[in-house]
């Protein structure tokens, strides 16, 4: 990695005509793309953020990324790398060992995989994928028919190549976003919180949306139930961003760092879509796949988040205050924002995913060092993934139907399919120490 602060030169910088930046906001954001200003990054990452205050945008907050680097260990702002890089699929676990996390595609033969992601410049980003994603909030922000208050994807400003500057022979360059909310509030930070003797602790920023959009009048304070209620609402809404999503693209990396919640009117906005597909050029079977990978990404997240930040401690209430599991079912609530009113089956589904979370917790996790949860709670979430596959198959292809009718694929030889997927982790599982 380069600690050179020299000045940046850019091959060309395009502002979208949608939203009039004046000539000294435009101003501002070039002179942070070519480090005539440092680029305010304050944490480990590739995009730097800055503020806007301008009543006729729709957005509050601007998010510059592939802009630089911040790095934890020096505490210094570093310009793009024009190095290899890091291996993004490699980290470290909790005991030292090397674990690979693999990403899921679909092949030619329009079947799920694995894959190992392409090594990431440190604070970088090529251009290609910053224009590509600039393109994809373009065509979001073009299409969305809804409230424009309720828009769930970041704003396309512009996008930036640099001159003379790339990384394994290929362009670097920078996307220029717009959020509605001043910072990013990502969705895993509202599920942090811990049940103590004296109290529940929550994040301030839970606190808020419950007080916003949850609490009635009256309600001073949340109980152990109104924050499980909250989460429910919120993995509601990760899952209707998500079916707006697909609308238009899939293949997203639906982790829940990846979105932003806005507490001002509620909904999950998601990010970090500098891959995706778009859903009008690929097959229905291709289509259906991707969109079942990105929801099982999404469906593990909710469930490891809310098994692994602190929230499980007060899970006994349940029994005490002879409360019903059931009416604070996240995983319901992620199901309901993807797939609108549940048919009989997937409400099973949703409940007995739940349930079984609730007693995994219990007999597993509660008691057990936090050092301990991580793994235990991965492969609980990795085993329900993989029988989801199954059981998911037929309320999402109800769902693809609706908007393509003759994607006929059938239950049989979708167990196939999913066998042999299983069947390469298997193997690869065999081969290193690995997790996904």
């Known amino acids: 990695m380069s600690h050179d602060e020299s000045t940046l030169e850019l091959e060309n910088i395009n502002f979208s005509d949608k939203f009039p930046l004046n000539k000294g906001q435009k101003g501002i954001v070039e002179e942070v793309i070519t480090w005539k200003t440092q680029p305010p990054l304050v944490k480990t990452g590739?995009?730097?953020?800055?503020?806007?205050?301008?009543?006729?945008?729709?957005?509050?907050?601007?998010?510059?990324?592939?802009?630089?680097?911040?790095?934890?260990?020096?505490?210094?702002?570093?310009q793009p790398s024009r190095d290899e890089?890091?291996?993004?699929?490699?980290?470290?676990?909790?005991?030292?060992?090397?674990?690979?996390?693999?990403?899921?595609?679909?092949?030619?033969?329009?079947?799920?995989?694995?894959?190992?992601?392409?090594?990431?410049?440190?604070?970088?980003q090529n251009y290609e994928q910053a224009l590509h994603e600039y393109k994809a909030y373009d065509v979001l922000y073009s299409n969305w028919k809804g409230a424009p208050a309720k828009y769930p994807f970041y704003y396309p400003i512009a996008h930036a190549k640099y001159k003379d500057f790339q990384n394994q022979g290929e362009s670097l360059g920078v996307g220029v976003?717009?959020?509605?909310?001043?910072?990013?509030?990502?969705?895993?930070?509202?599920?942090?919180?811990?049940?103590?003797?004296?109290?529940?602790r929550i994040n301030p920023q839970l606190l808020e949306y419950w007080q916003k959009n949850i609490a009635k009048i009256g309600q001073s304070e949340p109980d152990y139930f109104d924050i499980l209620k909250t989460l429910q609402v919120l993995a509601r809404e990760f899952g209707k961003s998500l079916s707006h999503l697909?609308?238009?693209?899939?293949?997203y990396d639906a982790h829940l760092f990846n979105c932003s919640v806005d507490n001002e009117n509620g909904i999950v906005v998601i990010y970090d879509l500098d891959h995706v597909i778009s859903a009008k050029d690929i097959s229905d079977q291709k289509y259906f796949y991707y969109c079942m990978k990105d929801f099982?990404?999404?469906?593990?997240?909710v469930m490891s988040n809310f098994l692994l930040n602190g929230l499980i401690h007060g899970i006994p209430l349940f029994q005490e205050l002879d409360k019903q599991i059931d009416e604070f079912n996240i995983v319901k609530g992620f199901f309901e924002g993807y797939f609108g009113e549940l048919s009989k089956d997937a409400l099973y589904n949703a409940k007995t995913m739940w349930k079984k979370l609730i007693l995994f917790s219990i007999n597993h996790l509660i008691e057990i060092d936090q050092k301990d949860q991580l793994g235990m709670a991965h492969n609980f979430c990795?085993?329900?993934?993989?029988?989801?596959?199954?059981?998911?198959?037929?309320?999402?292809?109800?769902?693809?139907?609706?908007?393509?009718?003759?994607?006929?694929?059938?239950?049989?030889?979708?167990e196939k399919i999913i066998k042999r997927f299983l069947d390469q982790k298997t193997e690869i599982s065999k081969e290193q120490n690995v997790t996904k």
């Not at 959020?179 to 599920?191: H, V």
């Open 296 to 301: 099982e990404l999404g469906l593990v997240a």
């Open 46 to 78: 590739r995009s730097s953020f800055l503020l806007i205050d301008e009543e006729v945008l729709p957005f509050k907050g601007i998010k510059i990324k592939g802009c630089g680097f911040f790095d934890a260990y020096s505490h210094m702002v570093i």
């Open 177 to 200: 976003f717009g959020m509605r909310t001043k910072s990013e509030l990502p969705l895993a930070t509202y599920f942090a919180g811990k049940f103590e003797d004296k109290g529940l």
């Open 85 to 124: 890089g890091y291996e993004a699929h490699m980290q470290k676990a909790p005991d030292g060992v090397n674990e690979v996390h693999f990403q899921i595609e679909v092949d030619d033969n329009d079947e799920p995989i694995y894959t190992k992601p392409k090594k990431r410049p440190y604070g970088a």
């Open 382 to 414: 990795e085993a329900e993934r993989d029988q989801s596959f199954i059981d998911l198959f037929p309320h999402l292809k109800a769902k693809v139907n609706t908007v393509r009718p003759d994607f006929n694929l059938s239950a049989k030889e979708h």
């Open 246 to 251: 697909h609308e238009h693209f899939v293949d």
